[in-house]
T-cell receptor, first 116, second 113 residues
Framework: SQQGEEDPQALSIQEGENATMNCSYKTSINNLQWYRQNSGRGLVHLILIRSNEREKHSGRLRVTLDTSKKSSSLLITASRAADTASYFCGLRRLSINGGSNYKLTFGKGTLLTVNP | SQTIHQWPATLVQPVGSPLSLECTVEGTSNPNLYWYRQAAGRGLQLLFY??????ISSEVPQNLSASRPQDRQFILSSKKLLLSDSGFYLCAWSAFLAKNIQYFGAGTRLSVL
């Protein structure tokens, strides 16, 4: 698949617990980005990790990238009810001809529900 | 700061009617512009993208077309809507930089009846 595939499709946890969701892909990437979508709204960029990076942090978010396994994980620590949303990974693929690649390809997302 | 406007928020159209969805970006020049469709419970499907005025790339052959008459305006159109055109349409922009972080509008919920 040229798009990322998030796993699991749905995740339900209690407030205060950690949430981990994964993204697998099959192409070579320039970077991988995680986005959040609240129900009925547009996507919001959360964090970007380049292909030469292994881990990034932003507040309660931790992203890892394993290019040998072509997979990434997003960890949300100390989850809150407000974290309830769908989370998508977006892949920026390497251009075959070395030119600019303006596109991101997205998976179907993980629906995270954080229960108060 | 940059903002993206997308309207309308909700649209109900009969089969066979025309469609025009508009997206505008403020606070930046020469953005890359994108139209996505998201079916219920599904991921985002890239429909069109544009790297400049009059430059449109189509990702999926379908009943829709896009135009970019001005630098920061992107329009999604159809001459005759099909039932299968129903969905959530999202416009996005990115700066002409290497990272290609995309910024999304609030979306248009289109129901074709």
């Amino acid at each position: 698949s040229q798009q990322g595939e998030e796993d699991p499709q749905a995740l339900s946890i209690q407030e205060g617990e950690n949430a981990t969701m994964n993204c697998s892909y099959k192409t070579s990437i320039n970077n991988l980005q995680w986005y959040r979508q609240n129900s009925g709204r547009g996507l919001v960029h959360l964090i970007l990790i380049r292909s030469n990076e292994r881990e990034k942090h932003s507040g309660r978010l931790r992203v890892t990238l394993d290019t040998s396994k072509k997979s990434s994980s997003l960890l949300i620590t100390a989850s809150r009810a407000a974290d309830t949303a769908s989370y998508f990974c977006g892949l920026r693929r390497l251009s075959i001809n070395g030119g600019s690649n303006y596109k991101l390809t997205f998976g179907k997302g993980t629906l995270l529900t954080v229960n108060p | 700061s940059q903002t993206i406007h997308q309207w309308p928020a909700t649209l109900v159209q009969p089969v066979g009617s025309p469609l025009s969805l508009e997206c505008t970006v403020e606070g930046t020049s020469n953005p890359n512009l994108y139209w996505y469709r998201q079916a219920a419970g599904r991921g985002l499907q890239l429909l069109f993208y544009s790297v400049g005025i009059g430059q449109i790339s189509s990702e999926v052959p379908q009943n829709l077309s896009a135009s970019r008459p001005q630098d920061r305006q992107f329009i999604l159109s159809s001459k005759k809507l099909l039932l299968s055109d129903s969905g959530f349409y999202l416009c996005a922009w990115s700066a002409f930089l290497a990272k290609n972080i995309q910024y999304f509008g609030a979306g248009t919920r289109l129901s074709v009846l």
